[in-house]
């Protein structure tokens, strides 16, 4: 019978190094980027200013800069042709 144990060991070692990886891309989507973009537009709505126009600006520039920050688009990337523009495009629309 093959011994088993040590490649189990070596993919349950894989396994938490990506459950970990993607905890910490949670955490920082979701402190780093969400948290500040939405205080940001929430600014802007307790201000009470503007028409119904500059609230939707408001909303495309904090639906920017989340995918901006999450798809770590930085602005020299952002002149270069990136794959993942497209995403970006129909996130946008």
Same mark, same amino acid.
């Given at each position: @019978?093959? %011994?088993?144990?040590?490649? #189990?060991?070596? +993919?349950?070692?894989?396994?938490?190094? @990506?459950?970990?990886?993607?905890?910490?891309?949670?955490? $920082?989507?979701?402190?780093e980027?969400i948290?500040?973009? #939405?205080? +940001?537009? @929430?600014? $802007?709505?307790? *201000?009470?200013?503007?028409?119904? %126009?500059?609230?939707?600006?408001?909303?495309?520039?904090?639906? %920017?800069?989340?995918v901006? *920050?999450?798809?770590?688009?930085? +602005?020299?990337?952002? *002149?270069?042709?990136?794959p993942?523009n $497209?995403?970006?495009?129909?996130? @946008? *629309?």
């Amino acid at each position: @019978m093959v %011994d088993l144990r040590r490649p #189990w060991h070596d +993919s349950r070692q894989l396994q938490a190094q @990506m459950v970990h990886f993607l905890r910490q891309l949670q955490a $920082f989507c979701q402190l780093e980027v969400i948290e500040c973009s #939405w205080q +940001s537009l @929430m600014d $802007f709505t307790d *201000k009470r200013e503007g028409d119904l %126009d500059a609230l939707i600006a408001a909303h495309r520039t904090y639906l %920017d800069r989340v995918v901006r *920050k999450v798809l770590l688009l930085g +602005s020299k990337r952002d *002149k270069q042709v990136c794959p993942l523009n $497209f995403e970006r495009r129909v996130l @946008m *629309k």
